[in-house]
């Protein structure tokens, strides 16, 4: 036997072992009634179109919890769902219960719209007792309508997990990437995708540098140099990909919105919204005082021209629980302090935004 | 209609940066037409919104006629002035491009091939800048809160509200903080009052032009000095940053501030060329040039002023070194002490804080230790995050491999006023409260993002010499 055949052998013999595929998986299939049935939607109903199984939210939280007691191994690593969802820019979790009583979420953010997509998180780093797990559940945010085709949890192979490092190494994270502070990096396992490619820029010199004959100090430098282009270049083509699916993302997400459908949807918090109901409601030259918590400075922002004053006719309550109305002696409170007397409800904008108005100016 | 007064409104100060840039550099046939156009772009911009701002002092109110009137003036002034000295309209308008090495026709097939595929890639990119740039809305927090809802609120005031009555007096409870300079907040007032409404999307389309304008001036000005591929790559990677690409699509001040720094460099490698070819007023030229352009680093954000600094400083040594004349010198400090002055006088005048409250002087915070933590983090943003492509590796091999000849050469500037700006925020970090923004990510790779495409620039030069030495010993920057 010559030696390329032994090495072949060596190679397929190297990859048998490493394991093709273990036996221990569980796997629910969504277009069976069986598993259907087993997994329980919560706040949701459950519908069974030529598209396949789907999940339509009827309140929050929306969730969808598999059988308790599944009593699955720590040694399986990762969950693997396919799904489809008509929105994208938003998160959804993956929440894994152990045997032990702890529980975590891990994070997923969802794809181009009305595409199947298939999402793989690693279970097992969340997993710190390595206890078994006990029930695994999805959670799909503000989103209204899922279609799922299979949950899966299982150890991959080595072949699999090369699979599952190339697919989260090309995955896009639209809905994080909304920070002006930094970038999100892809990742290889573990690692910035940085560190093998400076191994790369590395070889490719090395490579260049032995191509490159007579070997001269110019040589070296503009093989390094040369390499450095090369890898600034993959770089370009990882992170323009990223681009180029935001693009998509954008124009299949928004392209067919008016003008205002795009700011709302781009807000996401449905401040905007609110704020242009505001507007239609509040005499031109008025002014409003704004309980929105968190939000208070966005509803500000949209809300211009009708400014802020601390001695408003107007009360804007939006997303704030710590505000509290009480009609019979109208009085409007915010932390157990009265913060306007002598108001009465002008409207209502959906179950999250009030307009108040107070009698009494300057309050309190 | 909307869109005829949104191309004029980024067309007015185009043209007036643009008269102003040939004003200055009319004695130089150098500079391409699309090179003080990109350059032109910028200053024009920046000027629009200084005089928006005197306008606002003098309580005269914001609206598109006064705006307009100044502008157009001003561009008329600049037009009869070049057509008094005599400037023809073939070196107005003129592109007079080229530089050393062959065109791409004389190349070989890869080479050919080459320059196809990155000329494509940066159209693309620059393609797919304008359409998030004309079709998102803004949707960045950090973004609307520090820049958009203070111009919001100046628009809809037509005024700076400096009345001491006005409960919002300077954009109060709508500017989130008020020593923050104006450049970026009243871009996006003009181009409301142009089209009559504060667009959310609209508004914020300057930081797509500048991102572009920024790629194009790499080019053009690199281009000058190298060969066509060397121009080429650098335009292609820095069209190629991430949290450049990013801030193109957002609002924030880091990228017009980028885009300042990098028109300050490309300045100051004029004014460098000018001196040493002995063509001293075209050098003046360039230093009002490089002046206004660190005067409008200054006012775009206040981190500017370590620009400003770091490239007196640069100039400064070049003075000693090279004897330059005063005069040249008071050509650079005019603008940059006009612009800094009436900003610094007018918040000290209407009494707010110049300095971050919690932050203590470096005296005082450097006894409690230095901050050597951040030093890790600063390392690994720089070197494994996938914010500014391999830039940083890319350039300390340069400096590795080329450190004699740098020296040597007066790209030794260029790199004193990198190295300065590098190691003032490096001072900070370690040396103040700062550190923490360091830690939470929250600052560090924004104020990185500032110089990045300096590095590009310093790096084209650079590489362009030592790869094409044969070729361009008579107008590249060996000796």
Redesign the interface.
């Known amino acids: 036997m010559n030696r390329k055949k032994i090495t072949l052998i060596a190679l397929c013999l190297f990859y048998l072992f490493c394991g093709t595929g273990r036996a221990e998986e569980y796997v629910w299939r969504f277009d069976r009634d069986a598993d259907a049935f087993n997994w329980k939607a919560l706040n949701a109903t459950s519908e069974k179109t030529a598209d396949g199984f789907s999940l339509v939210r009827q309140g929050e939280p929306f969730w969808f919890v598999s059988p308790p007691n599944l009593n699955i191994s720590s040694q399986l690593s990762y969950a693997e769902f396919r799904l489809k969802a008509p929105e994208t820019y938003l998160r959804g979790y993956l929440v894994v219960k152990t045997r032990d009583g702890r529980s975590w979420e891990e994070e997923f953010t969802l794809g181009l719209p009305d595409t199947y997509h298939v999402y793989r998180i690693n279970i097992q780093k969340g997993n710190r007792t390595g206890s078994p797990i006990d029930a695994v559940a999805l959670t799909f945010g503000s989103v209204d309508r899922v279609f799922l085709d299979y949950v899966k949890i299982y150890e991959p192979s080595l072949d699999q997990l090369m699979g599952v490092y190339w697919g989260e190494f090309w995955s896009v994270p639209f809905a994080s990437s909304t920070t002006v502070n930094f970038i999100e990096t892809p990742l290889i396992g573990d690692y910035s995708f940085m560190a093998p490619l400076y191994v790369l820029l590395l070889f490719t010199a090395f490579c260049m540098v032995v191509l490159q004959r007579p070997l001269t100090r110019r040589s070296v430098v503009k093989s390094l140099l040369l390499s450095c282009v090369t890898a600034g270049a993959l770089f370009a083509v990882r992170m323009d990909y990223a681009w180029y699916m935001q693009w998509r993302a954008d124009r299949s997400s928004l392209g067919q919105r008016s003008f205002d459908e795009r700011i709302s949807a781009a807000d996401g918090t449905g401040a905007y919204d609110f704020a242009q109901g505001l507007k239609k409601v509040i005499p031109l030259g008025s002014t409003v005082k704004i309980y929105a918590g968190i939000l208070e400075g966005k509803v500000r922002y949209y809300l211009l021209p009708v400014k802020v004053s601390e001695t408003a006719p107007y009360i804007a309550v939006f997303k704030d629980p710590a505000v509290s109305y009480d009609p019979i002696k109208k009085l409007l409170s915010r932390d157990h302090e009265i913060v306007a007397r002598n108001i009465e409800l002008v409207t209502a904008f959906g179950k999250d935004g009030i307009l108040y108005r107070s009698s009494e100016a300057g309050h309190p | 209609m909307t869109i005829m007064m949104l191309a004029y409104a980024l067309a007015v100060p185009a043209v007036t940066g643009f008269l102003f840039v040939t004003w200055c550099t009319r004695s130089d046939p150098e500079q391409s037409f699309f090179e003080r156009l990109f350059l032109g772009f910028g200053i024009g911009t920046g000027m629009t919104t200084f005089e928006m701002f005197l306008l606002g002092l003098l309580r005269i109110p914001l609206n598109l006629v006064a705006i307009s009137i100044v502008q157009i003036a001003t561009a008329i002034l600049l037009g009869y002035l070049l057509h008094r000295t005599g400037t023809p309209w073939r070196r107005i308008f003129g592109k007079e491009a080229g530089g050393p090495g062959g065109s791409p026709a004389t190349g070989t097939r890869l080479h050919r091939v080459v320059v196809i595929i990155l000329t494509a ?1 940066i159209l693309a ?1 620059v393609l ?1 800048v304008l ?2 740039g004309f ?11 520090h820049w ?2 203070g111009a ?2 100046f628009f ?1 005031e037509k005024s700076l509200a400096l009345d001491p009555a006005n ?2 007096f300077f954009g109060s ?2 500017l ?1 903080v008020q020593r923050y300079p104006l450049n970026v907040p009243l871009m996006q007032v003009w181009v409301s009052l142009c089209i009559g409404e ?1 667009n ?2 609209y508004m914020k389309a300057w930081n797509a032009l500048f991102f572009i304008g920024m790629v194009g001036l790499m080019f053009f000005a690199v281009r000058r000095k190298t060969t066509l591929m060397t121009a080429l ?1 650098a335009a ?2 820095l069209s ?1 940053v ?2 450049l ?3 193109a699509l ?1 609002a ?1 001040a ?1 990228l017009p501030l980028s885009a300042y720094a990098l028109c300050t460099m490309v300045c100051f490698w004029s004014t460098i060329d000018a001196l040493k070819s002995g063509r001293a007023g075209h050098a003046r030229g360039q230093l009002v040039l490089m002046g206004t352009c660190a005067a409008l680093c200054v006012w775009t954000k206040m981190e500017g002023l370590f620009f400003a600094a770091a490239f007196s400083a640069s100039l400064a040594l070049y003075y000693l070194v090279r004897k330059i004349s005063f005069k040249q010198m008071m050509a650079f400090l005019a603008p940059l002490v006009l612009v800094s002055v009436s900003w610094y006088v007018f918040l000290l005048s209407i009494q707010v804080p110049v300095s971050y409250g919690e932050v203590k002087l470096l005296g005082a915070t450097i006894t409690k230790g230095i901050h050597f933590q951040a030093l890790p983090v600063i390392a690994e ?1 720089i ?5 500014f ?3 940083f ?2 350039l300390f ?2 400096i590795i ?2 450190y004699r000849k740098i020296l040597q050469s007066d790209l030794a500037y260029l790199y004193a006023a990198l190295l300065s700006i590098m190691a003032i925020f490096l001072v900070l970090y370690l040396g103040t409260d700062m550190y923490r923004w360091v830690m939470n ?3 560090v ?2 104020n990185i993002l500032t110089f990045i495409p300096m590095m590009y620039y310093v790096a084209a030069l650079t ?1 362009g010499g ?2 094409e030495r044969e070729t361009v010993t008579d107008r590249g920057w060996y000796r």
Do not use: M
Not at chain 2, 135 to 145: I, K, V, Y
Not at chain 2, 383 to 387: E, G, K, M, T, V
């Open positions: 890639w990119k797919f359409y998030e079709f998102l809305p803004e949707n960045t927090s950090d973004s609307w809160e958009s809802s919001k609120f809809y409960e919002h409870g709508y989130k504060a959310e999307v790559l292609f990677f190629t991430p949290l690409t990013y801030h957002i924030y880091d943003q070197l494994f995050s996938a914010n492509n391999v830039i590796s890319f091999l340069l491999v080329g990510l929250t600052a790779n924004r590489a030592l790869l």
